[in-house]
């Protein structure tokens, strides 16, 4: 075919077409002979290649293609669009158009190709959105672009001449469906994640702000609304701060916008005026936003109310200059409690040191005199008054003389932290001369058995002999103090690794079990349990006590059976 020669589309339904645009069919038609040249059959196979080339691109172009006549009637679709439409393209053709899509989308499509037959300027139809109604699918959502193809483009390759021969062509449609069903989930996805945000913030305990790119702020959840009593519109912007007590408006201003410029996370403390005209303490806390490209796109923060903890702090900080007031009293005290116990050592000590003195020289002077010290063998009831007289003063004397010594003791001990003195003793010799000791001290008073019951090859001890040696008195006193006559009392020494036990135990008394947890009570004594009428301070068990947590161990106490049982266990590593 030359460049003068002329063709022609037209419709033409007979088998001979050469490409076919359903259901109307295009046909490639020489001329007659007389007036164009013979086509060259070379010159008709690059046509039919070329033609069957553009059937391909249509056919597989990745988009839904329509050509609709003006009721919307299908006239042809693109093979690859009616299959993602889930159909064949003989399925679709000469089917209405308006059944791909949802019932609801009908009556905007209708509404849409009517504007486009009514308009009288060629005019290319954007952003129409539409839900598809195809079972077989994966396309939900579409954007549709139309345009009305005009009588003289689809006559474009008529010839003038033959015009008379031609019926006049109907309008067409072009219609072309992209798929945006992605962007609408995501759409959707992000509409429901803003809704579920402004959910969560509005029924969340705490106020709620977030502010936009331009530092401006531009939403406040209920609970700061509620707090403040004002609507969103005079919170927006900058609205908040008229809110804010004058005094920390500009603190507030500062600090946010240092945070602003830096991008970066602040706190600060300020106080806000609530509905009733009340300034509360809030703490306002702000994190910045960004996109997960790291673009920076705003502030989001909370505030609490802190009231109450700076309310709380105020009342800590006069409280601890009261407690400190207190320290500095107490101290005052403790010094005036110290130089009372030491006027008390030695205004009390001192006399009764002398009156242990005159007694002991009354005692030699009596003897002297009258044989006193034969008079004072005798049993009580055969004694003479001035005898049973000496005894009382002699026995009140050695008892006041302990009750200050044991007092004095134990205030030294819960207030001062005075080292041990260790020293390394052979458990064996040491215990026999503390029983020695006693049995020197008390040949009058105690009439009891005393046995000695040590564990062969103990290991050296390393302790404080004085305190130890104290402690075991204080518990024979208290054990022959309480036994009647003649019973056994028995202080063992044995080894239970990693401790030294020591016990000392009496018989034939027991203690009620109601007493036992006040037994080592200062000034307690047990009221009943004291037949032969003995006087006690009722300090020895309490500095026993003292004493033994003073060595690092522990006493405890056991009664049944007629025995009574103090068990102490020191440990062995104390070091020199």
């Given amino acids: 075919m030359s460049l003068n020669q002329q063709s022609i589309w037209h419709e033409n339904r007979q088998p001979q077409d050469i490409l076919s645009t359903t259901p109307a069919r295009l046909e490639l038609v020489p001329e007659r002979p007389c007036d164009l040249h013979i086509c060259t059959a070379e010159t008709l196979h690059c046509l039919q290649q070329e033609l069957n080339l553009y059937r391909r691109l249509y056919e597989n172009i990745p988009s839904v293609y329509f050509s609709l006549d003006t009721t919307g009637i299908i006239l042809s679709v693109n093979k690859f669009g009616a299959n993602c439409l889930g159909y064949t393209v003989e399925e679709l053709l000469d089917q209405s158009v308006f059944n791909l899509f949802t019932q609801s989308d009908r009556q905007k499509l209708f509404q849409a190709f009517k504007t486009l037959l009514n308009s009288t300027t060629d005019r290319e139809i954007t952003n129409w959105e539409f839900r598809l109604n195809c079972p077989a699918s994966k396309i939900f959502w579409v954007k549709v672009v139309a345009r009305l ?34 962007h609408k989930q995501a759409e959707d996805a992000l509409r429901e994640s803003e809704q579920r945000f402004h959910t969560m913030a509005n029924t969340a305990p705490v106020m709620l702000w977030m502010a936009g790119v331009d530092g401006l702020f531009n939403f406040f959840n209920q609970s700061w609304l509620k707090f403040t009593g004002r609507t969103m519109e005079q919170q927006q912007g900058l609205g908040w701060l008229e809110g804010v007590h004058p005094q920390d408006q500009e603190f507030c201003q500062e600090i946010y916008d240092s945070a602003f410029h830096a991008r970066g996370k602040f706190e600060m403390e300020y106080r806000l005026m609530r509905h009733d005209g009340e300034y509360r303490w809030i703490l306002d806390t ?69 009156m242990k003195m005159a007694i002991q020289m009354l005692g030699i002077a009596l003897n002297q005199e009258q044989n006193f010290m034969i008079e004072m063998a005798k049993p009580q009831a055969q004694r003479s008054k001035a005898a049973r007289y000496y005894e009382i003063l002699d026995n009140e004397c050695d008892r006041e003389i ?72 204080e518990l024979l006193t208290n054990a022959c103090k309480f036994s009647p006559p003649d019973a056994e009392i028995t202080i063992s020494a044995q080894l239970k690794t990693p401790n030294l036990q020591f016990q000392v135990i009496n018989s034939g008394v027991e203690i009620p079990s109601s007493e036992l947890p006040r037994i080592f009570d200062k ?25 033994t947590k003073y060595l690092g161990g522990t006493i405890e106490v056991e009664s049944g059976s007629n025995l009574t049982c103090f068990t102490i266990q020191l440990p062995l590593n104390h070091e020199v």
């Fill in 286 to 354: 702000g994190v910045p936003r960004f996109t997960p490209d790291g673009k920076f796109v705003g502030y989001i923060g909370c505030c609490i109310d802190i009231t109450e903890r700076k309310l709380a702090e105020v009342a800590l900080k006069h409280s601890q200059a009261s407690v400190q007031a207190q320290l500095e009293e107490m101290e005052g005290l403790n010094r005036l409690k110290d130089e009372f116990l030491s006027t008390v050592s030695h205004e009390l000590r001192t006399p009764l040191t002398n």
């Fill in 523 to 547: 000034f307690y004594r047990i009221p009943s349990n004291d037949p032969w009428k003995q006087g006690g301070t009722g300090l020895g068990l309490a500095l026993v006590q003292k004493l």
């Fill in 402 to 473: 302990n009750l200050i010594s044991n007092f004095l003791d134990l205030q030294r001990l819960d207030t001062t932290t005075k080292p041990l003195v260790l020293e390394t003793i052979q458990i064996q010799q040491w215990l026999w001369r503390v029983v020695e000791l006693f049995k020197a001290r008390n040949r009058n008073s105690s009439q009891q058995k005393l046995r000695l019951s040590v564990a062969a090859n103990l290991p050296t001890f390393v302790c404080d002999p004085f305190s130890l040696e104290r402690i075991l008195i």
């Fill in 149 to 182: 193809l005009p009588e003289e483009e689809i006559n474009y390759l008529i010839d003038e001449s033959l015009s008379d021969e031609c019926p006049p062509k109907k309008p067409q449609i072009l219609m072309v469906l992209e798929d945006i069903t992605a």
